[in-house]
């Protein structure tokens, strides 16, 4: 069965980055895009951007280029979303989900609190 | 940019019919998905492409998509479909877009 599994809940000072984990299993990682969405405490749900694990691409949601960056590694199925210069406004649950029609799987989401 | 308009809430007595909106130009035109969030869990998706139901969904829920408006219609609701409900679409200029969610309460 498909499963995203991600990493820990991460607690950071306003200026750092975080780097948060998505582990696939159940399929072949490279045949299906990587997708991060999150949602900011009270907020809705906000797209951040993709990577097709397979090629390495990448595309970003406007509002966060230049902040975040979204790599993989094959060898382990894996991929990662990387929030650089944090504020408390990133304090939030980020998710992975694995493209197809829809978001149809999505990780355990991962807690980032950013605060001093 | 492209923008999807949801109603911020929704309130539904117990057994009746919930009609969520989303609102865009031409989205008729585009594929429209649909999500249940519920705190503390992730997104699940009850509508993909317009109208198709993934398995595993209650046959409840149906979705449509006609000019510039896409349906999200949950027959029947139950306590348990008291959730938050998002739109999403792909558009050529802004990649992924989620409309700003509807919080269904039952009454």
């Known amino acids: 069965q498909v499963q995203l599994v991600q990493s820990g809940a991460e607690v950071k000072k306003p200026g750092a980055s975080v780097k948060v984990s998505c582990k696939a299993s159940?399929?072949?990682?490279?045949?299906?895009?990587i997708n991060w969405v999150r949602q900011a405490t009270g907020q809705g749900l906000e797209w951040m951007g993709w990577?097709?694990?397979?090629?390495?691409?990448?595309g970003y949601a406007q509002k966060f280029q230049g902040r975040v960056t979204l790599t993989r590694d094959t060898s382990i199925s894996t991929a990662y979303m990387e929030l650089t210069s944090l504020n408390s406004e990133d304090t939030g649950v980020y998710y992975c989900s694995r493209e197809g029609d829809g978001y149809k799987y999505w990780g355990q989401g991962t807690l980032v609190t950013v605060s001093s | 940019s492209y923008d999807l308009t949801q109603p911020l809430s929704l309130s539904v007595a117990l057994g009746q019919t919930a009609t969520i909106n989303c609102g865009g130009d031409?989205?008729?035109?585009?594929?429209v998905h649909w999500y249940q969030k519920k705190p503390g869990q992730a997104p699940v998706l009850v509508i993909y492409r317009d109208y198709n139901r993934p398995s595993g969904i209650p046959e409840r829920f149906s979705g449509s998509n006609s000019e510039n408006t896409a349906t999200l219609t949950i027959s029947r609701v139950q306590v348990e479909d008291e959730a938050d409900y998002y739109c999403?679409?792909?558009?050529?200029?802004?990649?992924?877009?989620f409309g700003g969610g509807t919080k269904l309460a039952v009454l």
């Open positions: 999403q679409v792909w558009d050529r200029s802004s990649s992924v877009v």
């Open positions: 990577m097709s694990p397979n090629s390495g691409n990448t």
């Open positions: 159940g399929y072949t990682f490279t045949t299906y895009d």
């Open positions: 031409d989205i008729e035109s585009k594929n």
